[in-house]
């Protein structure tokens, strides 16, 4: 069976700094990673996503996610948060027989 | 503009009462999902439709049923709502099983 699990329920980083989300999770297969976005009272979307290839995948507003096999995990990173990025931010497995499985979120407060 | 529209936003119920949930998407997609989203929980997958009248269970069926008779619309039927039901709904649609989502808004759904 697949899990994803985000170990930090919630992050709290100032305006300007770095940011690193955790994500990890258990699958035996190849797994398809997404990281999603969900700002108050919208529903989620994509911000990047892994399916093959070079390990570092670049999103939208600058986010990018390093997928790592050896060590289960696909973290997701910023160099400058901005305040606009509070948000809750869900990492997302999806197996390859199309069984996607949702972490439990992270919410993110950037202050000013 | 491509969206999943999600009707209505808001609702409040009696525990008993018969609870419709609309959803649409207008981009010809065949695959629709109903999802609810629990504190703590991340979503978990309550059915999915691989297209009209083409329905199969998701990881929480018990207590709802789906109905799907064009493709750009999928309901969510809850009879007799309890109040364990009280939570926020998303629907989402894609091109196919392979393919990213596309998440509506959320209806939050009170059972009192």
């Known amino acids: 069976a697949q899990s994803v699990t985000q170990p930090d329920a919630r992050v709290t980083v100032s305006e300007g700094a770095s940011l690193q989300l955790r994500c990890k999770y258990s699958?035996?297969?190849?797994?398809?990673l997404f990281w999603y976005v969900q700002y108050p009272r919208q529903g989620l979307q994509l911000l990047l996503k892994y399916y093959s290839g070079d390990p570092v995948v670049q999103g939208v507003n600058g986010f990018e996610a390093e997928f790592s096999k050896s060590n289960s995990s696909f973290h997701l990173r910023k160099a400058s948060v901005h305040w606009s990025d509070s948000a809750v931010y869900f990492c997302v497995l999806r197996s390859n027989t199309n069984k996607v499985v949702f972490g439990t979120g992270t919410r993110l407060q950037v202050l000013p | 503009d491509m969206k999943v529209t999600q009707m209505p936003r808001y609702l409040i119920k009696r525990m008993g009462e018969n609870v419709l949930l609309e959803c649409g998407q207008d981009?010809?997609?065949?695959?629709m999902y109903w999802y609810r989203q629990d504190p703590g929980l991340g979503l978990q997958l309550i059915y999915i439709s691989y297209d009209v009248d083409s329905n199969s269970e998701g990881d929480i069926p018990k207590g709802y049923r789906v109905s799907r008779k064009k493709r750009e619309h999928f309901s969510l039927i809850l009879d007799s709502a309890k109040t364990n039901q009280t939570s926020v709904y998303f629907c989402a649609s894609s091109l196919g099983a392979h393919s990213d989502y596309t998440f509506g808004s959320g209806t939050r759904l009170l059972v009192i």
């Open positions: 981009m010809s997609h065949e695959t």
């Open positions: 699958y035996s297969g190849t797994p398809y």
